[in-house]
């Protein structure tokens, strides 16, 4: 089994910056493909950017050259870097780790929340 806490959440002025971290505990594994999700309110979870077991970084076009994704294997940890936010960035943004194809654990989620 594997827990996966979130932190790092809060409230930011827009044009603000956060930094999301997921803490990986239980069966750890450098071979899990590592991934962000948010949901805003009224919305369906939407893909945010996803770090791959060997690097490899994909983003979601509304994210994309304003938020980072890494992954410290050593520490079991994820990060992402949230820069000049946006309003229509507030959202419970969680993360999840993939066995194969499949986002198999998720964490309960952390708050964003973006003032105009």
């Known amino acids: 089994q594997v827990q996966l806490v979130e932190s790092g959440g809060g409230l930011v002025q827009a044009g603000g910056s956060l930094r999301l971290s997921c803490a990986v505990s239980g069966r750890t594994s450098s071979n899990y493909g590592m991934g962000w999700f948010r949901q805003a309110p009224g919305k369906e979870r939407e893909f945010v950017a996803r770090i791959s077991w060997n690097g490899g970084l994909y983003y979601a076009d509304s994210v994309r050259d304003r938020f980072t994704i890494s992954r410290d294997n050593a520490r079991n940890t994820m990060y992402l870097q949230m820069n000049s936010l946006k309003p229509e960035d507030t959202a419970i943004y969680y993360c999840?780790?993939?066995?194969?194809?499949?986002?198999?654990?998720w964490g309960q989620g952390t708050q964003v929340t973006v003032s105009s």
């Open positions: 999840a780790a993939s066995v194969g194809a499949t986002y198999k654990y």
